[in-house]
């Protein structure tokens, strides 16, 4: 049996560590991003961040401490973040008059700001994001996936009228579908979250899912129709059109560095990191072969493809060093590289480089000419095979035959006897909260989503029997 299979979050935490993507810190919870794992991130922000100054949103931002008082404005907000939050309570030598709390969430700052900010029709839609740190003391902590302090960017909008509000909220929903389906090749379910699940404060929450190899559920970006809560809470009235003083309505929307942990863990192996080329930080390696010391030609060879692919704007690295071919070859499959090029004395002779891509057994043997092109096409074709990979893996795993409780629990039993994962499983909801507790109390699985597009609606409750009101995803949840 795999370690994948065996021990997933022995075969995840060991698979970040050798490939040098963080450290652990003296604090609790909080790690350190080295340059590969910070550079994921990056690339990740790159995509994200074109796609939403594509749609007219510009960064902005705020400070981390927030005054105790904001969060009692907003009782169902701070009732939701109240057991996450660290608190600084002494500066200087001194204890503060009020309490900061560390930001779990900068609604409550923005919407203190916006207050000020927004007197009039005019000055409306506000588009604003966010990249920032923020802190939820998390008791339990998995690297990437769920630290005490995390990445994330968060956007806060402020529109006319619902329509204008719901419509945002939908079009930064698709944009997180977007980059995480074609950019991070990992497949989603987007839907709108349950009554329990929603964020705290909101009117209604949407939510794209994605199954990791180990079968549990990541949620991989929410958006939030947050209505007039906010606004009401902090006073943020404008002049309207027809001269009347009203509230506006107001969205929020986040992704954070839990999408480098989903990249791992559904996309890797157990040689370790497979990353998609668009976010790998080396994209293609050189590795010189055979007895390459002694033929300077071959590192001058591999030095013109080394510049050839750079102006193409290809990450590409040269690894001249004096290990082996074989702990090289070794090294970077573990790193993840989606292309490894090797280029030896009979290759040399021969006018061609042998590549292998980084997800497929079979090694290719192209010619020094053509070897531009071939990365290229070869570093697309990675991109989608991979999230098709993903794709039929989920598929695999999304049940929709299971529609009861017993026959739930039933399933997951099987699966633990037989070692075989228990995946996601489609089951109805009558809409009563006590029948969506009642499965997570006696089978830890949480409703992820209803989504837009199940496929196939069920009729009864997975608890009770009785008819369905809504169609959910059930799954073990990180």
Same mark, same amino acid.
């Given at each position: 049996?795999?370690?994948?299979?065996?021990?997933?979050?022995?075969?995840?935490?060991?698979?970040?560590?050798?490939?040098?993507?963080?450290?652990?810190? &003296?604090?609790?919870?909080?790690?350190?991003?080295?340059?590969?794992?910070?550079?994921?991130? @990056?690339?990740?922000?790159?995509?994200?961040?074109?796609?939403?100054?594509?749609?007219?949103?510009?960064?902005?931002?705020?400070?981390?401490?927030?005054? +105790?008082?904001?969060?009692?404005?907003?009782?169902?907000?701070?009732?939701?973040?109240?057991?996450?939050?660290?608190?600084?309570?002494?500066?200087?030598?001194?204890?503060?008059? /009020?309490?900061?709390?560390?930001?779990?969430?900068?609604?409550?700052?923005?919407?203190?700001?916006?207050?000020?900010?927004?007197?009039?029709?005019?000055?409306?839609?506000?588009?604003?994001?966010?990249?920032?740190?923020?802190?939820?003391?998390?008791?339990?902590?998995?690297?990437?996936?769920?630290?005490?302090?995390?990445?994330?960017?968060?956007?806060?909008?402020? %529109?006319?009228?619902? /329509?204008?509000?719901?419509?945002?909220?939908?079009?930064?929903?698709? #944009?997180?579908?977007?980059?995480?389906?074609?950019?991070?090749?990992?497949?989603?379910?987007?839907?709108?979250?349950?009554?329990? +699940?929603?964020?705290?404060?909101?009117?209604?929450?949407?939510?794209?899912?994605?199954?990791?190899?180990?079968?549990?559920? =990541?949620?991989?970006?929410?958006?939030?129709?947050?209505?007039?809560?906010?606004?009401?809470?902090?006073? #943020?009235?404008?002049?309207?059109?027809?001269?009347? %003083?009203?509230?506006?309505?107001?969205?929020?929307?986040?992704?954070?560095?839990?999408?480098?942990?989903?990249?791992?863990? =559904?996309?890797?192996?157990?040689?370790?990191?497979?990353?998609?080329?668009?976010?790998?930080?080396?994209?293609?390696?050189?590795?010189?072969?055979? &007895?390459?010391?002694?033929? &300077?030609?071959?590192?001058?060879?591999?030095? /013109?493809?080394?510049?050839?692919?750079?102006?193409?704007? #290809?990450?590409?690295?040269?690894?001249?060093?004096?290990?082996?071919?074989?702990?090289?070859?070794? @090294?970077?499959?573990?790193?993840?590289?989606?292309?490894?090029? @090797?280029?030896?004395?009979?290759?040399? @002779?021969?006018?061609?480089?042998?590549?292998?891509?980084?997800?497929?057994?079979?090694?290719?043997? =192209?010619?020094?000419?053509?070897?531009?092109?071939? =990365?290229?096409?070869?570093?697309?074709?990675?991109?989608?095979?991979?999230?098709?990979?993903?794709?039929?893996?989920?598929?695999?795993?999304?049940?929709? %035959?299971?529609?009861?409780?017993?026959?739930?629990?039933?399933?997951?039993?099987?699966?633990?006897?037989?070692?075989?994962?228990?995946?996601?499983?489609?089951?109805?909801?009558?809409?009563?909260?006590?029948?969506?507790?009642?499965?997570? /109390?006696?089978?830890?699985?949480?409703?992820?989503?209803?989504?837009?597009?199940?496929?196939?609606?069920?009729?009864?409750?997975?608890?009770?029997?009785?008819?369905?009101?809504?169609?959910?995803?059930?799954?073990?949840?990180?």
């Amino acid at each position: 049996m795999s370690q994948q299979t065996n021990d997933f979050t022995k075969w995840y935490i060991e698979t970040i560590q050798k490939a040098d993507l963080m450290d652990y810190t &003296p604090v609790r919870g909080c790690i350190a991003f080295k340059p590969d794992g910070y550079e994921i991130w @990056e690339h990740i922000q790159e995509e994200m961040d074109r796609r939403f100054k594509e749609t007219g949103h510009r960064n902005a931002y705020f400070p981390m401490l927030i005054p +105790e008082s904001f969060f009692q404005k907003e009782k169902e907000h701070v009732e939701g973040f109240s057991p996450e939050l660290p608190w600084v309570t002494e500066a200087a030598g001194e204890k503060l008059e /009020e309490r900061l709390a560390l930001r779990p969430t900068s609604e409550t700052m923005i919407g203190y700001l916006y207050s000020h900010w927004i007197k009039s029709y005019r000055d409306l839609p506000v588009l604003i994001n966010q990249w920032a740190n923020v802190f939820r003391w998390e008791k339990k902590t998995l690297p990437f996936i769920r630290t005490s302090e995390f990445l994330w960017q968060e956007g806060h909008t402020a %529109h006319e009228n619902e /329509e204008d509000a719901r419509k945002e909220t939908m079009q930064m929903l698709n #944009i997180y579908k977007d980059v995480v389906e074609n950019v991070l090749a990992i497949p989603v379910y987007d839907g709108q979250k349950t009554p329990s +699940e929603r964020f705290a404060g909101a009117v209604d929450t949407y939510s794209i899912e994605a199954m990791m190899k180990d079968g549990k559920a =990541v949620q991989a970006g929410t958006s939030h129709y947050l209505g007039t809560k906010f606004a009401e809470a902090f006073n #943020i009235k404008y002049l309207n059109r027809e001269n009347k %003083h009203v509230y506006v309505h107001t969205t929020s929307w986040g992704t954070s560095t839990r999408l480098i942990g989903s990249v791992i863990m =559904v996309h890797g192996d157990e040689k370790g990191l497979v990353l998609p080329p668009k976010i790998a930080p080396t994209q293609v390696i050189l590795i010189p072969v055979g &007895p390459w010391k002694k033929t &300077p030609a071959i590192i001058e060879k591999l030095e /013109e493809i080394r510049k050839a692919l750079k102006e193409k704007g #290809i990450r590409v690295r040269l690894d001249d060093s004096d290990q082996s071919p074989g702990f090289k070859f070794n @090294e970077w499959e573990l790193k993840g590289v989606p292309v490894r090029i @090797e280029l030896g004395p009979r290759d040399l @002779e021969n006018n061609q480089v042998i590549l292998k891509a980084r997800d497929e057994d079979e090694k290719i043997t =192209v010619s020094i000419e053509s070897v531009v092109e071939a =990365v290229v096409n070869e570093l697309e074709t990675m991109q989608k095979r991979l999230y098709e990979k993903a794709k039929a893996f989920r598929d695999a795993n999304s049940h929709t %035959h299971i529609d009861t409780l017993d026959q739930l629990k039933e399933h997951i039993a099987t699966c633990e006897k037989e070692g075989k994962i228990a995946g996601w499983v489609l089951g109805g909801w009558c809409g009563d909260d006590a029948c969506e507790a009642k499965v997570k /109390e006696e089978t830890k699985f949480t409703s992820r989503n209803i989504p837009f597009n199940p496929p196939m609606k069920k009729h009864t409750c997975i608890t009770c029997g009785k008819e369905a009101k809504y169609t959910v995803w059930f799954a073990r949840a990180y």
